[in-house]
């Protein structure tokens, strides 16, 4: 009988494909990409996300697509390579963890990155709004998450005090500037 350990490990290695897909704001239809979490071996499902060493090692598929854990390091090298991904995923272990946030913002504000930005893992529907403006364009959403929820949490909102990678003035510059 098989440890805990290495079911768990069997687990992990496994592509997850996620049902529930909020992309630029509205539910999409279907969803092509698996994340793979194996480090060693490339999945045979395509198209994939994969650990950002193995997509290093294969950028030559444009069927792979790297997956970035909350504890990557952007260098200004890590940075420009980046920037000729198709897409990236951005894992988050757990919902209490938001270093992803910060990467999601990097790549778009200091490395310019145009592309898709997902994130992946345990994604809530209380985190979808800031996700979007931290620079996502596309949320993976956890199994329990139910759309209809997702995207009416990213609407609920109208007004936002602070800025975002989207909205460089902040609501008191604008009222500021209205008033002279």
Same mark, same amino acid.
């Given at each position: 009988?098989?440890?805990?350990?290495t079911q768990?490990?069997?687990? !992990?290695?496994?592509?997850?494909?996620?049902?529930?897909?909020?992309?630029?704001?509205?539910?999409?239809a !279907?969803?092509?990409?698996?994340v793979?979490?194996?480090?060693n071996e490339?999945? !045979?499902?395509?198209?994939? +996300?994969v650990?950002?060493?193995?997509?290093?090692?294969?950028?030559?598929?444009?069927?792979?697509?790297? @997956? @970035?854990?909350?504890?990557?390091?952007?260098? =200004?090298e890590?940075?420009?390579?980046?920037?000729?991904?198709?897409?990236? *995923?951005?894992?988050?272990? *757990?919902?209490?963890?938001? /270093?992803?946030? =910060?990467?999601?913002r $990097?790549?778009?504000?200091?490395?310019?990155?145009?592309?898709?930005?997902?994130?992946?893992?345990?994604?809530?529907?209380?985190? $979808?709004?800031?996700? /979007? /403006?931290?620079?996502?364009?596309?949320?993976?959403? /956890?199994?329990?998450?139910?759309?209809?929820?997702?995207?009416?949490?990213?609407?609920? +909102?109208?007004v936002?005090?602070?800025?975002?990678?989207?909205?460089?003035?902040a609501?008191?510059?604008?009222? $500021?500037?209205?008033?002279?």
């Open positions: 009988m098989p440890s805990n350990d768990t490990k069997a687990v !992990e290695q496994t592509p997850v494909h996620v049902d529930h897909l909020i992309e630029n704001g509205e539910l999409a !279907e969803n092509a990409w698996c793979s979490y194996d480090p490339l999945p !045979e499902q395509r198209p994939a +996300f650990p950002l060493a193995l997509w290093q090692a294969n950028q030559d598929d444009n069927e792979l697509a790297p @997956l @970035l854990t909350s504890d990557t390091e952007l260098t =200004t890590l940075g420009g390579t980046l920037k000729g991904a198709s897409a990236i *995923a951005v894992d988050f272990p *757990a919902f209490t963890d938001g /270093r992803g946030y =910060t990467i999601a $990097l790549l778009r504000e200091r490395y310019g990155y145009q592309g898709e930005i997902r994130a992946v893992g345990d994604v809530l529907v209380d985190q $979808l709004d800031y996700m /979007r /403006r931290c620079g996502f364009s596309t949320m993976a959403l /956890r199994d329990d998450q139910h759309p209809e929820d997702a995207l009416r949490a990213l609407n609920a +909102f109208s936002r005090y602070q800025t975002d990678v989207e909205e460089r003035q609501l008191f510059e604008k009222r $500021l500037a209205a008033s002279h």
